[in-house]
């Protein structure tokens, strides 16, 4: 760093903060470390005093924590989300849209493991809305070697790092299995449920169909709903082990490959996750077997498909797989979901 006249600093880079004291008023910072100093702002150095300035001096192999933080924002940002203005080196990345939240976690950790820089971020394959702050990007110090910044770009890789799926309108139908319902001697407190979760989405409930616990007519009902045209179907009830659940066995019926039927997420450990191909029409349908749990517990493994069926995010085995830590829900007495470690 260099010592010039305040009057000469204009497109320098302050080494320090530059506090301004009101009496009465304020005492803060009136420019933060690593401010490029602009010609309005001459008048307001000299007015506290600052006759002389510590600036960094120009080095053509650096960049600035702002131009590198405009680096990582490049590296990060998908379609769907904008930044925030640079403050003090940092970068914010916003969402424009509804959706799922999907990160390059393997690129993620390839930046963050190059030291003197960083990308912190929400957890993936989550929902975000419009407005929410999706990652921070920085470097740790206040200029960074350019050669280090491009070592970022290669191993940030040619995709961002950050992308938002937007959900699709999709048209649902529910299959409710079990004699009991079917036959009045209980009410049906379940269909309720999902169309009240099914309401946060963009969504159209096309057709609802009783059965009993006949494996033929389940199959039946869940082949009338992708005949009319369901692009989502949800079935409740007999999804245990008991001989007289079967609608998991109605499920693999239709010839829908099961992705899992299980998952070690509690409550939820009977979730069956499947997709129904149709050869009339090439459309992929997601085939969801709810367990009971969903019915009565607040939030399930139900909370955390649904985002991703209705982003057409494919779900695979092992995104079933990893759910078992922090699968487990603890119930608490105020529910803060998502902002908890469920699910993630």
């Known amino acids: 760093m260099k010592l010039i006249k305040t009057e000469d600093a204009v497109g320098h880079v302050l080494c320090h903060d530059i506090t301004q004291i009101i009496k009465g008023v304020t005492k803060d910072a009136v420019f933060r470390k690593g401010h490029v100093v602009k010609e309005e702002d001459i008048p307001v150095l000299l007015s506290v005093g600052k006759e002389h300035l510590y600036v960094w001096e120009k080095d053509d192999t650096k960049w600035h ?54 990308i912190a971020s929400r957890h993936g394959d989550f ?48 299959v409710t299995t079990g004699s009991e319902v079917f036959k009045g001697r209980i009410k049906d407190t379940f269909s309720p ?16 169909i009783y059965v009993d616990d006949e494996k033929e007519h389940i199959l039946e009902a869940i082949k009338k709903q992708i005949a009319a045209g369901a692009e989502l179907i949800i079935c409740t009830g007999g999804m245990s082990v008991d001989p007289d659940d079967c609608t998991p066995w109605a499920i693999m ?24 191909k149709n050869e009339a029409d090439g459309r992929i349908i997601p085939i969801l077997g709810l367990p009971g749990c969903v019915m009565y517990a607040k939030r399930t493994i139900f909370d955390l498909v649904l985002p991703r ?26 529910c803060t979901f998502p902002n908890c470690g469920f699910g993630k």
């Open 65 to 118: 924590e702002n131009e590198a933080a405009e680096i990582l924002y490049d590296i990060c940002a998908g379609a769907n989300m904008h930044p925030s203005d640079i403050k003090e080196g940092k970068i914010e990345l916003i969402a424009d849209i509804d959706g799922v939240l999907k990160i390059r976690r393997d690129a993620l950790v390839a930046v963050n493991s190059l030291g003197e820089m960083m």
């Open 127 to 174: 929902p975000v809305k419009v407005g929410d702050k999706l990652a921070g990007t920085r470097i740790i110090p206040l200029v960074i070697e350019k050669e280090k910044m491009e070592r970022a770009r290669e191993v940030g890789g040619t995709e961002p790092i950050f992308e938002i799926l937007p959900y699709k309108k999709k048209k649902y139908g529910i």
């Open 193 to 208: 449920v999902i169309r009240e979760k099914l309401a946060e989405f963009p969504s159209e409930e096309i057709d609802q």
């Open 253 to 276: 019926s239709t010839g829908a490959r099961v992705v899992s039927y299980g998952a070690p997420v509690l409550p939820g450990a009977m979730m069956l996750v499947s997709y129904y």
């Open 309 to 334: 069926v209705m982003a057409d995010d494919e779900i695979t085995a092992e995104d079933i797989a990893k759910l078992g830590e922090g699968g487990l829900c603890l119930n608490c007495g105020v």
